[in-house]
């Protein structure tokens, strides 16, 4: 089992930052995969960024330079710095886990960017 924990949405206003934290309940070295999905109003769930196979990252291609993955090993914590917000990246942002072969979801941390 796991537990993911998100926090760090909220409201801002276009062009501005905000920085999401995922915190996981084990270890995320036994993690296959960790990171970031949102679901805009109205569309399906996407893939934001994601860490697999340990270090290696995976980012959807609209989303480069303006969103990075981190991580903590200590504090067994994910983070999405989000730079340079529009209104179309209004969303829920959900922390994701895939550990031995199952799906783990956070309750999600809704982002708001206004024009």
């Known amino acids: 089992q796991v537990q993911l924990v998100e926090s760090g949405g909220g409201l801002v206003q276009a062009g501005g930052s905000l920085r999401l934290s995922c915190a996981a309940s084990?270890?995320?070295?036994?993690?296959?995969?960790m990171g970031w999905y949102r679901q805009c109003p109205g569309k399906q769930r996407e893939l934001v960024a994601t860490?697999?196979?340990?270090?290696?990252?995976n980012y959807a291609d609209s989303l480069k330079g303006r969103f990075t993955i981190s991580r903590s090993i200590a504090k067994d914590t994910v983070y999405l710095q989000m730079n340079n917000l529009k209104p179309e990246d209004t969303a829920m942002y959900y922390c994701?886990?895939?550990?031995?072969?199952?799906?783990?979801w956070g309750h999600g941390t809704q982002v708001t960017v206004s024009s």
């Open positions: 084990r270890n995320i070295f036994t993690l296959s995969v």
């Open positions: 994701y886990a895939e550990y031995q072969s199952d799906d783990y």
């Open positions: 860490f697999t196979s340990g270090a290696l990252t």
